[in-house]
């Protein structure tokens, strides 16, 4: 296994380019069951969770071209199973976006209950109640969810109890081939849904009102491939401008779109942060005499503050001058990272789904786990500023979500590298050798 190894204390500025986002990556893949011939995706993260999701539908009998890094061509025109495989589906909860599109092509498919970070229950209960008012009939059976047609899918009016992505996105895949109107209420409104619905509609299907609370699909008969370009990665965006203003930059975050940020950019600015917003881009600073502002968040779908950044605005504020207090609305257990920041001299305290964050000031390094992968990189982003050595463990958690994250980091000027982590040599201490 590989560990992170960081010294902190080392100015970082520059360039850095995100990627492709594995939100929008991840289902826009799922997407190319429904259009029999070869799809192009670019702008493609090379990341584990790609890498997975390709095995998925070359499993199920697509052929995967890797034109270059970040382009893959997918042939789904010889696709003959219905039936994911359990070992690989069960590692990310993204694996139930193939449920919708093996249900529009096949009438049927068996899908493993989603695995993926241990951040929250993997309820699925919207995804199904909605699949079967347009005529999706479910049994579950040994981890696996069955799914059938007999009378095929027909359009209906789905309401939504909560603004959920995967929801939505298996609701639009599975509403796109169907008999008549279907209406999504309540719908889903992020950056990666408007992108999955944008492809789908240059994939000859009639979708309107996407990024709105109300989606309207009308059928059509048939889907065809297309050439996409996935949509900039705003959480890895997020994730270099929250760096920016804990080490003080300053550092330009290229290839996204600012708008997809806006909530949080505001709310960093009111941190103290520095930003200044270009057409693809943003340039961050703080200068590093000039304390963090505390401030409070809660996490909410878009546009509100997103989950997925909630773990680096936590170490952000773990230094603010002051007492900030986060509310986590979206996942039960996303504040594992808070015992691992307490580690590196946090003063986090967890009250069921808050947390009371009271600023210090500086991390000490210290061996730490990466609880997830949002909880992973604010690991290393603390170490960027911490006082000695941090080595972070868990290194595939962030693989799941960070191209090049070491590399990148390197890049700006942080004292950081990868290495293969020493076993700890046991032999003979066990009171039962």
Not at 337 to 355: K, P, S, T, W, Y
Request: charged share 20%; net charge negative.
């Amino acid at each position: 296994m590989d560990i992170i190894q960081v010294e902190g204390g080392f100015p970082l500025t520059g360039e850095v380019t995100v990627e492709g986002a594995k939100n929008s990556a991840l289902k826009l893949m799922a997407a190319t069951l429904m259009a029999p011939g070869v799809t192009t995706l670019t702008n493609v993260p090379n990341i584990s969770d790609v890498h997975t999701m390709g095995t998925v539908l070359q499993c199920l009998g697509a052929v995967i071209e890797v034109a270059d890094e970040h382009t893959l061509k997918i042939d789904t025109s010889c696709i003959d199973s219905w039936v994911t495989p359990y070992e690989l589906v069960a590692k990310m909860r993204a694996s139930t976006a193939v449920l919708g599109p093996l249900i529009t092509r096949f009438g049927k498919a068996v899908v493993a209950m989603p695995g993926g970070c241990n951040i929250g229950a993997r309820k699925i209960d919207m995804h199904l109640q909605g699949l079967a008012a347009l005529g999706v009939q479910f049994e579950i059976d040994h981890g696996n969810i069955h799914a059938s047609t007999p009378e095929g899918l027909h359009g209906a009016q789905v309401e939504l109890e909560f603004a959920s992505v995967g929801a939505t996105e298996n609701l639009l895949m599975g509403a796109v081939c169907a008999k008549g109107t279907t209406t999504i209420d309540n719908a889903a409104r992020e950056p990666e849904i408007i992108d999955l619905a944008n492809m789908l509609n240059d994939a000859g299907a009639n979708i309107q009102g996407a990024g709105t609370p109300s989606i309207t699909i009308n059928g059509v008969d048939s889907l065809h491939a297309v050439k996409h370009k996935v949509v900039g990665d705003r959480i890895e965006a997020g994730t270099f401008v929250a760096i920016a203003g804990i080490t003080g930059g300053p550092i330009t975050v290229k290839d996204f779109d600012p708008e997809h940020l806006a909530l949080v950019l505001r709310k960093y600015e009111g941190m103290g942060l520095s930003i200044v917003r270009g057409e693809n881009e943003v340039t961050v600073s703080r200068p590093t005499t000039q304390p963090i502002q505390p401030t409070d968040i809660q996490t909410l779908p878009f546009p509100g503050f997103p989950t997925d950044m909630q773990a680096q605005t936590m170490t952000l504020l773990a230094l603010a001058n002051g007492d900030s207090f986060i509310t986590e609305n979206v996942f039960e257990n996303r504040f594992m990272l808070a015992a691992e920041l307490n580690r590196m001299g946090a003063d986090i305290r967890i009250e069921g789904h808050h947390a009371i964050v009271h600023g210090v000031k500086g991390f000490s390094g210290a061996p730490v786990t990466s609880p997830d992968l949002r909880g992973g990189a604010a690991l290393v982003m603390a170490g960027l500023v911490a006082d000695g050595y941090t080595k972070i463990d868990g290194v595939h958690h962030i693989d799941r979500g960070y191209e090049h994250f070491v590399e990148k980091l390197a890049s700006l000027g942080a004292h950081i590298q990868r290495v293969k982590a020493q076993p700890l040599n046991l032999d003979g201490l066990s009171p039962f050798a």
